[in-house]
Antibody
């Protein structure tokens, strides 16, 4: 079955750019039925949608993060990535990649296990 | 700015029934927002429970059900069990590719 796996540095410094990659295995990123995106959860807090992208390249971002977020894909590797610039300690969180189903509805139907990113000097 | 509201916490007795709600800071929730619900236990990724208001995800017990109650989306757990003690999040689709999470409800079964 399709699985998602996040990867990337677990530690970053303030003002730097956070970069994470999600690898799609057991299925194709280039499916017209799904969006692919990122969700995060600061320690002890709730979930926050960061943004999503369609295989064609269309992107959609949380307005509160839009100025700092880029989501892109490498279809040859069946991967998509998150870049979050100018990070601060407030960006410390578990970052999940997730698939959004577009099959007549709209919901997150598949999740990665998550990766903790800590922003600290 | 639109805020999706949930009860911060709720408690239910084992075997009891509880209804968690998901509202909007302005306006009413309808099926057009494709309400979905997720369960999360500490240290784990969220698990999809309900989508499109009232469709259970694969493998979800039928004691979990979704609906629209008044002007909110609702998640009802009938016959609560100890392992239902979790955080529950709703998500509303706002259009234009944008989703918003509610703040989550911490459910205690005691």
């Amino acid at each position: 079955q399709v699985q998602l796996q996040e990867s990337g540095p677990g530690l970053g410094k303030p003002s730097e750019t956070l970069s994470l990659t999600c690898t799609v295995s057991g299925g194709s990123f280039s499916s017209s039925n799904y969006y692919w995106g990122w969700i995060r959860q600061p320690p002890g807090k709730g979930l926050e949608w960061i943004g999503s992208m369609y295989y064609s390249g269309s992107t959609y971002y949380n307005p509160s993060l839009k100025s700092r977020v880029t989501i892109s894909a490498d279809t040859s590797k069946n991967q998509f990535s998150l870049r979050l610039s100018s990070v601060t300690a407030a960006d410390t969180a578990v970052y999940y990649c997730a698939r959004t189903s577009l099959l007549g509805d709209w919901y997150f139907d598949l999740w990665g296990r998550g990766t903790l990113v800590t922003v600290s000097s | 700015q639109t805020v999706v509201t949930q009860e911060p916490s709720f408690s239910v007795s084992p075997g009891g029934t509880v209804t968690l709600t998901c509202g909007l800071s302005s306006g009413s929730v309808s099926t057009s927002y494709y309400p979905s619900w997720y369960q999360q236990t500490p240290g784990q990724a969220p698990r999809t429970l309900i989508y499109s208001t009232n469709t259970r995800s694969s493998g979800v017990p039928d004691r979990f059900s979704g609906s629209i109650l008044g002007n909110k989306a609702a998640l009802t757990i009938t016959g609560a069990q100890a392992d239902d003690e979790s955080d529950y999040y709703c998500v509303l689709y706002m259009g234009s590719g944008i989703s918003i999470f509610g703040g989550g409800t911490k459910l205690t079964v005691l």
